[in-house]
Every structure is written in C-alpha cells, then in structure tokens.
C-alpha cells in the first residue's frame, strides 16, 4: 500500500505552483514599494515563545500546537504563525538599534492542528508582516494600506472590518461589563462559551453559533469603553483610512483568535470561502514586545493565508474562462444506467452545472480516468448495484469522500437541488 501524505498537509503540484509564485513575487513588489525587508525565522522554536505571546487561554496554545519534547528534553514547538518568531529575532539581534522604525516580512509554512476543510490546513502558508518601534495611527492604516493594495493588483476583493481592542487601561472594565453581562445568561450559551465565559470572555462575541450570537445582539461594546487615548487613536485610523479611499466597516464583535492584541485589529474577509473568510488579519501587540524580554516597543502586523489567496484566485479564472472544467461527470454503467443518465446530464447542465459523460459506456475504471483528464470536482456513478438500490454515489475528486444519494423521483428538481449542492 502507497504513503499518503498527512490529513491537512498538502502537496503543491506544478500547475498550482504558478499562482503561488504570482502571488509571492507581486507580495514583495508590494512590501518592498512600502520599505519592508524580508526576515527568515525558525520553523522550530521554544514552546514558552508561543505559550507567552499567543496566549495559553488560546485554541491555538490550547490545542492546536504541534509541540514535541526533542531528545535533550526540551519542549519545542512548530510555528503556529510567524509574528512570536519575528519578534523574537527582533530582540534577540537587538534589531531596534539599527532603524528607530523597522519593517519586516516573512512568507513561509505554519502549523496548526485544526480540523481541515476548504481553506483550512494544518500545513499552510503565510505572508506576514509586522512594523516595530511606533505607535503612530496613521501607520496602521498604512499597514492596512499595504494588505489591501497586495489584494487589489491580485484582483482579489474583500471586504475590510475594523476594531479596537483598547488596552490595558480601559479593556479591564469593559471585561468586567461582559463577564457580567455573560453570567446573566449563564446556562443560556453554548459549551464553548460557557467555558470561555471564564477563560477568555472576549472571544465569545466571535462565536459562530446563531443562538449565541441573538444573546450578545445586546452585549456591550469595547468602543463605548475606551479611554480617551484609545478612542483618539482609532478615530484617526478611520480618518487615515477614508483619506486613502479605503472602505471598512467598523465590528466591534472582532475580537481575534490571538491575546496579544490590543488597540486596532482588522480582517479582510470574503464569502467567497465558506466557513473560512478571513483571508488576511492582523492588529496591534504594543506590549508583547516587552513581554518577550524587549524593549518596551509598539508594533502592528498582519498575515495572509496563501492557500485562501490561491483559491480565490482559481475561483475567479474559472468564473471567467469557458475551460474545460468539469462540475460534475457521470459515471454510467450498463443499458439501465445509462438510459437515467442521459436525461440526468441534460437536467444537470439545464440546472447550470457543467456536467458530462462518456456515452459511450465503457468500463468504470476508464470512465473514472475520463473524469480525471475532464478536471471534474464531482463524480456521480451509478453502476448496477447501485442502481439495483436506487440510489446513486457522489464522490468529491479531490477529499475521495463518497457518499449515497437517492435517485430522482422528479428530475428537475433533483437536478437544482444537486446544483445547488455542489456549485
Ligand atoms: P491569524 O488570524 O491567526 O493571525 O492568521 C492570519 C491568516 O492566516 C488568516 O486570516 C488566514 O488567511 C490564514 N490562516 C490561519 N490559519 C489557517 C489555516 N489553518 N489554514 C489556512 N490558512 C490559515 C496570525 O497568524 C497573526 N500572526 C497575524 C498578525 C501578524 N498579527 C500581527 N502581525
């Protein structure tokens, strides 16, 4: 039996390789227009880096690390994300001496041991990049300047949400506000907000559960408890931001996955993903340089996931070339079969699928192959036994998950529904 790779790793093939490199060469035209060098950083390092800086209230800290003990006994960890790593060099070469203000990126794999789905993998790559030694607002919009240029000469178009975590003078009373605000609908949340009620209240009002989400309708906002500081700084980022011509929404449910933040934090996000819509996201950590062992200097950042990059960038050749991609191909076997599927592949392409299949009935093993070489996404096989049990099987080409469907009562409406599915 073969090796497959790991759940949630994924190889680049050739074909691919060509959007990863337009992407990375058009990221540091755009970084270095902007005056950021580039940094490389460990994929290793010292599990208290992360545990200290990302928080260990975090599902990342919590559970999504992949940390081993290395044969001298030391805990070690695989990057999660790459700002700790860049902060720590930053302090370990002392790097603030040389430039009072220092731009850095970095671009390379993160690890996390999420549960993978479209857009999310447990190996995936990021273009992230942090601005050190100043506190200045109008350089968080040039930080957010600089995301949503990369973005548009992709021809990639996002939305961009806005916040402000305030900070350690005035977010404590507004925990206190939540904290209290939650214990009134104690019993009343899910399992997971229930525990963070305790251990991190603020990431509850990013929860996506549509039960808890009516409850905090009327949960109070971070921005009507900043101190006047706060409140200052993040009226000039908007003002800094409409100066640009930058549209953003302001969400103050924005709370991010990560403790370090505070003051301004923003996510770009499509719909175009599914569950995941974040396709870049980053925010202020003015006192995680400090809490590393550094001088006490600000800074903000961002990251991009470039596997999100990638599938919008296929989505939107495909939405504008004829190629030859197929939706769905149906697999047919024998007389029976095949007199259902000709119908069906007609429905199918009147129900807006690209759809096809191989009239001619060979055998499954080439029809399989027909569907490979026609880039289907789904393959739809009706075979005898199958057809025996009236139902029919879908399988997703590229998960190789399968599953059974029940064969039409009535066409059309079979058809839309599967549309409606698959598209
Ligand atoms: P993050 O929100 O955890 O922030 O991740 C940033 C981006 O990385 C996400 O918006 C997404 O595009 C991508 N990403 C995250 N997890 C995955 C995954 N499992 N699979 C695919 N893509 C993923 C950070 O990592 C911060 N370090 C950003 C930052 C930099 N803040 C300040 N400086």
Same mark, same amino acid.
């Given at each position: 039996?073969?090796?497959t790779?790991l759940?949630g ?16 060469a ?12 580039e ?13 200290r ?21 030391? $805990? !070690? ?7 700790a790593a860049?902060?720590? @060099?930053?302090i370990?070469? #002392? *790097?603030? +001496?040389k ?11 993160m ?7 479209k857009g ?25 300047a ?10 990639i ?10 900070c ?12 209290q605000?939650?214990a ?27 039960h ?8 109070? $906002? !971070? ?11 993040? @009226?000039?980022?908007?003002? #800094? *931001?409409? +100066? ?12 991010r ?24 996201a ?10 590393l ?8 950042g961002?990251?991009m ?14 939405d ?42 060979r ?19 009706l075979g005898?036994?199958?057809m ?36």
């Amino acid at each position: 039996m073969s090796i497959t790779a790991l759940k949630g790793f994924k190889d680049i093939l050739p074909d691919e390789v060509g959007l990863w490199q337009l992407i990375e060469a058009t990221a540091r035209d755009i970084f270095h227009r902007f005056g950021f060098a580039e940094i490389k950083v460990p994929i290793l390092e010292k599990t208290e880096l992360f545990a200290r800086s990302i928080g260990e209230a975090t599902d990342i800290v919590e559970k999504e690390m992949y940390s081993f003990t290395d044969r001298n006994g030391e $805990s !070690i960890t695989m990057r999660p994300e790459g700002t700790a790593a860049v902060l720590r @060099a930053f302090i370990e070469h #002392s *790097l603030h +001496a040389k430039l009072p203000v220092q731009k850095l990126y970095t671009v390379g794999p993160m690890f996390r041991h999420e549960r993978p789905q479209k857009g999310r993998l447990r190996q995936f790559h990021q273009l992230s990049c942090e601005v050190l030694g100043s506190e200045l607002p109008r350089l968080d919009a040039e930080v957010i300047a600089m995301a949503w240029l990369l973005l548009n000469e992709l021809g990639i178009s996002v939305r961009l949400e806005i916040n402000s975590l305030g900070c350690p003078q005035c977010r404590p009373r507004f925990k206190e506000t939540l904290v209290q605000f939650l214990a009134d609908r104690a019993g009343k949340l899910c399992d997971d907000c229930e525990r963070r009620r305790n251990t991190n209240p603020l990431r509850v009002l990013d929860c996506k559960s549509s039960h808890c989400q009516e409850q905090y309708v009327a949960a109070p $906002s !971070i921005l009507d408890h900043l101190c006047p500081e706060c409140s200052g700084h993040f @009226a000039i980022v908007k003002e #800094s *931001l409409s +100066a640009l011509a930058i549209p953003f929404r302001v969400n103050s449910f924005m709370v991010r996955g990560l403790d370090y933040y505070n003051r301004t934090t923003f996510e770009l996000v499509t719909d175009a993903l599914g569950a995941q819509s974040a396709v870049g996201a980053g925010g202020r950590y003015d006192g995680l340089i400090e809490q590393l062992g550094g001088p006490p200097l600000p800074g903000i950042g961002f990251a991009m996931g470039m596997e999100r990059l990638v599938l919008l960038l296929q989505q939107q050749a495909g939405d504008t070339s004829n190629g030859p991609a197929t939706d769905l191909f149906i697999a047919a076997l024998g007389e029976e079969a095949q007199q259902l599927a000709f119908p069906l592949l007609h429905g199918l392409r009147r129900a807006g699928l690209k759809a096809n299949m191989d009239l001619e009935g060979r055998s499954l093993k080439s029809q399989m192959k027909q569907a490979g070489r026609a880039d289907a996404a789904f393959t739809l096989i009706l075979g005898e036994d199958e057809m025996s049990r009236k139902v029919a099987v879908l399988r997703d080409m590229s998960s190789r998950e399968q599953e059974e469907i029940a064969l039409p009562t009535e066409l059309d409406p079979w058809c839309q529904e599967l549309a409606r599915r698959i598209r």
